[in-house]
T-cell receptor, first 114, second 111 residues
Framework: GAVVSQHPSRVICKSGTSVKIECRSL??????MFWYRQFPKQSLMLMAT?????????EQGVEKDKFLINHASLTLSTLTVTSAHPEDSSFYIC??????????FGNGTRLTVT | GNSVTQMEGPVTLSEEAFLTINCTYT??????LFWYVQYPGEGLQLLLK?????DKGSNKGFEATYRKETTSFHLEKGSVQVSDSAVYFC??????????FGAGTQVVVTP
């Protein structure tokens, strides 16, 4: 069964609103979580890396004030897209690594901003 | 910086046909190379990996060989099944463990 749960799988929101995406590890403690996004016909791009209890590390070009990442527990990380705009429409996917476990991916979230 | 280039899809082929998906990379140092697969409605799953030159990764009938001289990691399967229909991603990991993905190749296998 799935070891990572990502929710929601699809979300449509209006421009200017905020959207929260959750990523949960189900069978192990997630010491590190990664957030990626994929625009159509492009690669999955790493947005940020988060370790439990510390601030996320963002990749160059990713606005930390727009994409808020919270990794408050060893099983949950959230990505909040604040004041979403149509250009934020994308596929967002999390991956999770435990201390002695390989990388596992969530099913992804398709965000559409109208 | 590091990058991964893989062939565009969709690739459509009949059951029992031979599948090749090309993947080339540019990287500094000695990256590890991966193929991930995403079946419809599911998350990304690791299909196979190779951590050094000339290593061959294999799983579920798929194979890929880490070719340093051609900076390639082509995915092959000798006889595909309808259940192999999915999107396949080539990826590399740098020394810090960060993954860099290709754009993905959709494979459609028809009965």
């Amino acid at each position: 069964g799935a070891v990572v749960s990502q929710h929601p799988s699809r979300v449509i929101c209006k421009s200017g609103t905020s959207v929260k995406i959750e990523c949960r590890s189900l069978d192990f403690q997630a010491t590190t979580m990664f957030w990626y996004r994929q625009f159509p016909k492009q690669s999955l791009m790493l947005m940020a890396t988060s370790n439990e209890g510390s601030k996320a590390t963002y990749e160059q070009g990713v606005e930390k004030d727009k994409f808020l990442i919270n990794h408050a527990s060893l099983t949950l990380s959230t990505l909040t897209v604040t004041s979403a705009h149509p250009e934020d429409s994308s596929f967002y996917i999390c991956s999770v690594r435990g201390e002695n476990s390989p990388l596992h991916f969530g099913n992804g979230t398709r965000l559409t901003v109208t | 910086g590091n990058s991964v280039t893989q062939m565009e899809g969709p690739v459509t082929l009949s059951e029992e046909a031979f599948l090749t998906i090309n993947c080339t990379y540019t990287a500094t140092g000695y990256p590890s190379l991966f193929w991930y697969v995403q079946y419809p409605g599911e998350g990304l799953q690791l299909l196979l990996k190779a951590t050094k030159a000339d290593d061959k990764g294999s799983n579920k009938g798929f194979e890929a060989t880490y070719r340093k001289e051609t900076t390639s990691f082509h995915l092959e399967k000798g006889s595909v099944q309808v259940s192999d229909s999915a999107v396949y991603f080539c990826a590399l990991a740098d020394s810090w463990g960060k993954l860099q993905f290709g754009a993905g190749t959709q494979v459609v296998v028809t009965p």
